[in-house]
């Protein structure tokens, strides 16, 4: 069985940092790209970051380029994210998902129950 | 970045009923469209990708169908589980990943 499991949210005060971490369990890690998507409270889906399944390609969208760095362990199972210059506007439950193949180009067919991250003074 | 846009933003429906949810991509996506549903308090959850293809696990009475920039999902029958949000998403002109704004399925 698939699993995966968000840790590291919480509340962070604007211009700080936080590590998000996603323990993968139930498939061949390695071999699959791999994605964070968040979602304001009572908001819509937004992608913010994806790897391929080696971790040696990465991509992120605009509202996060330069201050979010997603990266693996495939030898620990685990993707992380790291969050820095944190702003109000990054107030999200955060999910990570597993894509259908090794790029990370494809869809979610695997997501976590989500982590929730809270920026505020 | 490609703009998805989804129809109605609520469709109420009876148990029982046929609901029909719209797609539409501001450019071309061809055939790299995917659906997912979202329960309040869960995860998204694949239901179909390639435009058409029902992921594993998904029933029978979820079907994607269109291409290019527009695209329906439709849900034969409705059952009580299926009351939920449902997101589209663009995979063709990557990155990102955009997704449409929702449409909230309710009961009637």
């Known amino acids: 069985e698939v699993q995966l499991l968000e840790s590291g949210g919480g509340l962070v005060q604007p211009g700080g940092s936080l590590r998000l971490s996603c323990a993968a369990s139930g498939f061949t890690f390695r071999s699959y790209g791999m994605s964070w998507v968040r979602q304001a409270p009572g908001k819509g889906l937004e992608w913010v970051s994806a790897t391929t399944g080696g971790g040696d390609s990465t991509y992120y969208a605009d509202s996060v380029k330069g201050r979010f760095t997603i990266s693996r362990d495939n030898s620990k199972n685990t993707l992380y994210l790291q969050m820095n210059s944190l702003r109000a506007e990054d107030t999200a439950v955060y999910y990570c998902a597993k894509t259908l193949e090794w790029i990370a180009a494809r869809p979610g067919d695997y997501w976590g129950q989500g982590i929730l991250v809270t920026v505020s003074s | 970045e490609i703009v998805m846009t989804q129809s109605p933003a609520t469709l109420s429906v009876s148990p029982g009923e046929r609901a029909t949810l719209s797609c539409r991509a501001s450019q071309s996506v061809s055939s790299n469209l995917a659906w997912y549903q979202q329960k309040p308090g869960q995860a998204p959850r694949l239901l179909i990708y390639?435009?058409?293809t029902r992921a594993t696990g998904v029933p029978a009475r979820f079907s994607g169908s269109g291409s290019v920039t527009e695209f329906t999902l439709t849900i034969s029958s409705l059952q009580s589980e299926d009351f939920a949000i449902y997101y589209c998403?663009?995979?063709?002109?990557?990155?990102?990943?955009?997704f449409g704004q929702g449409t909230k399925v309710e009961i009637k």
């Open positions: 390639g435009a058409s």
């Open positions: 998403q663009q995979y063709n002109n990557w990155p990102p990943w955009t």
